[in-house]
């Protein structure tokens, strides 16, 4: 095609926008969805007319952002194939995300009728002249030299911090005045998506040129059914107040200030049962155990922590697994225990006594550090009831988010208040408990209770509920819910 052709035909589709619509369904095969057309025709209309606007796209996971940059993406290319250039693409990590984005954006031309792609040093696809570049913008990630002259875009923007955006990716599209485009979800207002999303606001502000594209589950299902029959079904698993509902499905900014178990999430974790210090029978009973040292000395118990109040404890929590073939499955605490200091020997003595009193069918036990030698023994005396537990910071995290989920769908349900004080302290533990999303992909969580006088250990055995919630809905979800807690299960 000549340059003057060229020409010709990007003024054409300066006039005419919906030339992406014949795209997408005549030459991609791939036809774009309603919600998804208003997002292509700003960024292409901004590189076809030169404007150089800085767009941000907020979409509920799933609902075809990737698609809609990898047709793009496509567009772009065989415009300037001819007249050359490079779209650069950044993501939080090489593999496996700017990998993921080079993979989709193939897979639209192999099903097209464009002439194929042409890989280039593992990081490059090119179309004639024209190259689409993919970069890791992870801190140490070394990306100084390239210049971005046909697009500039950042996937999961709100995993990329702000600074090496800044400095790194911003300036290489100085000199060509380019369009750049920040793709992602919601999560909380320090990120740098966020941020982008509330400085658009301004300029649009100003010229009433639209930047910011929001797109929430609702707007996706109302086209799509299937998804909206999904998301509910998430609802439905994790409730309505999860910070991964609110955030990657409601588009809602979270932060922590609030706490980890806000009032409303306190409110749903309450049950109308009664105390039990035996089982009922005919029901099901399990036993989490968060695992705490020996003391070095004579004491133990409650003088043990009088002397040393930031000494951590073993607890136990009793659940009732409350099982339904219509519902999720319920945990509903039965009773608790405490033991401060106590040798791991009669530890292991009284967690046998408590398995044969309840009939437990399951006991989940923190194996982290000193609690290895106690679930070993455990294990020779109770065979595969017992599930050991590790805490690292990825599957605390993971551990996190599950318990949370269970929470806030009313599956995770305490005994009436009857004056019973570790009761009262494992709901200090909850209203104490805080949380910090990590920067980075992810949205790794570091959560527990600041105060070291406060504790956590009915909270932690509380937690491990998350564990025997994927061991209870197996074979169709456990395997893979244990997995995704701990990889060293």
């Known amino acids: 095609m000549s340059l003057s052709r060229e020409k010709r035909l ?15 369904g005549r030459v991609l095969r791939r036809p774009l969805r309603r919600y998804q057309l208003p997002i292509a025709r700003a960024i292409i209309d901004s590189v076809l007319q030169g404007r150089g606007l800085t767009l941000a796209v907020m979409m509920s996971r799933q609902a075809g952002k990737n698609e809609i940059a990898a047709q793009v993406e496509a567009f772009l290319l065989n415009l300037f194939r001819r007249r050359g250039g490079d779209l650069v693409k950044a993501a939080p990590t090489f593999r496996p995300q700017a990998l993921n984005s080079l993979a989709r954006l193939a ?6 009728r464009l002439p194929p792609l042409r890989r280039e040093g593992g990081y490059i696809l090119r ?10 913008a992870a801190p140490g990630a070394n990306v100084v030299g390239t210049t971005a002259s046909i697009l500039l ?3 999961e923007a709100q995993d990329i911090a702000e600074q090496k955006w800044t400095k790194d990716f911003r300036p290489m599209g100085a000199s060509t005045n380019v369009t750049t485009v920040l793709w992602g979800t919601a999560w909380t207002s320090r990120t740098l998506l966020a941020q982008t999303i509330r400085a658009l606001r301004w300029a649009e502000g100003r010229d009433q040129v639209r930047r910011v594209f929001i797109v929430p589950w609702q707007q996706v299902a109302a086209e799509v059914p299937a ?8 609802i439905e698993r994790l409730g309505r107040h999860h910070p991964l509902i609110r955030t990657q499905y409601d588009l809602e900014e979270i932060d922590g200030e609030a706490g980890m178990f806000p009032p409303y999430t306190r409110a749903l974790m309450q049950g109308t049962h009664s105390r039990q210090r035996a089982p009922t029978a005919g029901r099901e ?15 133990e118990g409650e003088q043990l922590r009088e002397e040393c109040p930031r000494k951590d404890s073993t607890a136990a929590t009793i659940v009732e697994i409350s099982r339904s073939a219509l519902e999720l499955p319920r945990f509903l605490v039965m009773d608790r225990y405490y033991w ?3 040798p791991h020997h009669q530890l292991y003595g009284a967690l046998l006594h408590l398995a044969e009193l309840w009939s437990a069918t399951r006991l989940v036990v923190d194996a982290t550090g000193v609690g290895a030698g106690l679930v070993s023994f455990l294990r020779q005396a109770l065979g595969e009831r017992v599930t050991p537990f590790t805490f690292t910071l990825a599957s605390k995290s993971a551990l996190g988010w599950r318990f949370l989920g269970i929470c806030n769908s009313g599956r995770f349900l305490d005994y009436r208040d009857d004056g019973d004080p570790l009761r ?4 200090r533990e909850a209203e104490a408990a805080d949380y910090q999303v990590l920067a980075g992909p992810g949205q790794a969580m570091r959560w527990g209770v600041a105060d070291p006088t406060v504790h956590d250990d009915l909270l932690m055995s509380a937690a491990l509920c998350a564990v025997l919630d994927g061991e209870v809905r197996a074979p169709y979800a456990g395997s893979q819910i244990i997995e995704a807690i701990d990889p060293l299960q």
């Not at 006039?15 to 795209?23: A, H, M, P, Y």
């Not at 036993?287 to 070095?296: F, K, S």
């Open 10 to 24: 990007r003024d054409t589709l300066i006039r005419d926008l919906t030339t992406i619509e014949r795209f997408s």
């Open 107 to 112: 897979a639209v031309y192999h099903s097209s």
């Open 127 to 136: 179309a004639g002249r024209a190259r689409a570049v993919f970069l890791s």
């Open 227 to 234: 998804y909206g029959r999904y998301v509910q079904n998430e």
């Open 340 to 342: 401060t200091g106590t």
């Open 424 to 427: 009262a302290q494992f709901w």
């Open 153 to 155: 875009e950042a996937d």
């Open 285 to 299: 009973y399990a036993i989490l155990v968060d695992v705490a040292g020996e003391a070095e000395g004579r004491l």
